[in-house]
């Protein structure tokens, strides 16, 4: 028995099933409605089954079509791939990626990869799970996510690890903080003032407290965060100093933070992309993957590591 469907079907059931709406997936595709209901018809009576369930106001997947989701995703990724070796298919590629990262990498690292990644491939849909470490890595290994951007995940049997860079913890500060016009500043220093800190559940607090083991701080934290991009709004706000990755500071225009770094011990974490081992890349998270992969390359080599002596083209690529 032959099945009478073909490649144009199949992108209108994915456009469908992934923007929830034969309108909007009807100019994804650059047909009319009617056009690409017909596509759909015509899939549907290929499979005998129905995809879909259609009322006037929603678009749904039936539990068949949710089924097919995968297959059709398998056979169009396997064709776009196959064309990126022939032509330039990048504006019409209709696509999504998701990315695990850590809030500090989200907040200053991947805006300008998601810039650029957009303008080459406009219509791929791009989708971002900012969270803790262990959830970054928890969500590669689901599948949730098509790899990750952590410090966490190279010792994993299940998860390859790329480093990216490595970045040492500096002390974050308001310019008119009596910190802010040192050059360097131990930890003991530092912990001689009001400071805020990330809590026991989150990663670089385990990191910390692993490598200041012989650091002992003259009194707990004016407050505690999860999230370092947290943590720095309330230095910001006047709370006190913090202990955060470089990458996680803003560029040093910043009109009221800085940073200086922190020595005696000097304490670095290893920034990477983790993916789950064996598992090969959709064409859309591959060309993510590279876009990364460049933006780091384009950085230069000064391997993350914030200095206040650096110019402020390197405090720029430091910041992200």
Known sequence: MSINFDLN?????????????FRKAAEAVNISQPALSRRIDKLEEALGVRLFE??????????????????AEQLLDDLDAALLGIRDVSTSR??????????SV??????????????????????????SANEVLAAVLSGEADFGVSFMG????????????????VAACRRDHPLAGKKRVT?????????????????????????????????????????????LGLVEAGLGVAAVPSMAMPGNNHPVLTSVPLVEPVVKRRVGIVKRRGRSLTPAAQEFYKAIVEKRRGDGADEG??????????????AV
């Open 187 to 231: 930890w003991n220093e530092l912990y001689e003032h009001e400071y805020v800190s990330v809590d026991k559940t989150s990663s670089n607090r385990l990191l910390l407290d692993r490598a200041l083991s012989a650091v002992t701080p003259r009194a707990p934290s004016v407050c505690e965060t999860r999230h370092v991009t947290t943590m």
């Open 54 to 71: 259609r009322t006037t106001r929603s678009v749904t997947l039936t539990t068949i079509g949710r089924v097919f989701v995968p297959s």
């Open 94 to 103: 209709l696509g999504h990626v998701t990315i695990a990262c850590v809030p």
């Open 305 to 318: 590591i914030a200095s206040k002596k650096a110019p402020s083209k390197a405090r720029k690529r430091a």
């Open 154 to 169: 190279s010792q994993d049997p299940e998860v390859e690890f790329k480093s990216l860079l490595e970045e040492r913890f």
């Open 9 to 21: 079907d199949l992108q209108a059931f994915r456009a469908v099933a992934e923007l929830g709406s």
């Open 106 to 131: 989200a907040y200053y690292f991947l805006p300008s990869v998601i810039s650029t990644y957009r303008r080459r491939f406009p219509r791929i849909r791009v989708k971002l799970l900012d969270s």
